[in-house]
Structures are given as C-alpha cells and as structure tokens.
C-alpha cells in the first residue's frame, strides 16, 4: 500500500515562507503525477501545483508566483515551496498521487497557520 507522508507545516506570520515535503512511500516515478491541495475550514478542497513523472509543472492561478512545486526523487519527495503567505492561506495542505486509473493516494495532511 502506497503511503504519502506531509510535513513541514506549522505556524508562520504573515509575508512568511515554509516548504512542505510529501515523502511517498515508494519512488516517485512510479506515479504519474503527484498534487498538493489544501482545504480550509468549510471550503471546498482547492488544488493548488502538481507535477508529472516527466517533470511538468502546474500551479493554480491563485497561488502562482508564490508557490512553486518540485520534485526530489533521491528522497522520493515532492516538495512545495510556499512564500508571502497570507492569513488566507491558513489551510491544511494535502498531498496526492495518482498512479493510473483508480489508483490514486491522499497523505493525512499537514496544518499550516499563519497568523501574527
């Protein structure tokens, strides 16, 4: 069974940086793209950068130019790298991989707060 483990969220002020790795469980060429997506309290889960195992990046519109997706397949880790964060970012940010037709994962997640 594919595990998926996030981490590096906590709390941060507001105009903050922090980087959060998506540590899966086994190497990440073996899914065909891997996401991170975030949910607030009462929103609606909202996707946010993905990439694919030949490397093609995606970023959402309303985070682009602050949140960069990357790949690190020495430590089978996705990482986003998120920077000027907002209160409104205050989320609990999920990773995900799909590895071809209904074999797909979710990680447990990992809160971020930013606040002053």
């Known amino acids: 069974q594919v595990q998926l483990v996030e981490s590096g969220g906590g709390l941060v002020q507001p105009g903050g940086s922090l980087t959060l790795s998506c540590a899966a469980s086994e190497s990440i060429f073996s899914f065909n793209d891997m996401r991170w997506y975030r949910q607030a309290p009462g929103k609606a889960r909202e996707f946010l950068a993905g990439?694919?195992?030949?490397?093609?990046?995606n970023v959402a519109d309303s985070v682009k130019g602050r949140f960069t997706i990357s790949s690190d397949s020495a430590s089978n880790a996705v990482l986003l790298q998120m920077s000027g964060l907002q209160i409104e970012d205050t989320a609990v940010y999920y990773c995900?991989?799909?590895?071809?037709?209904?074999?797909?994962?979710w990680g447990q997640g990992t809160q971020v707060t930013v606040s002053s």
């Open positions: 995900y991989a799909w590895q071809g037709g209904t074999r797909d994962y």
């Open positions: 990439i694919t195992s030949g490397g093609v990046r």
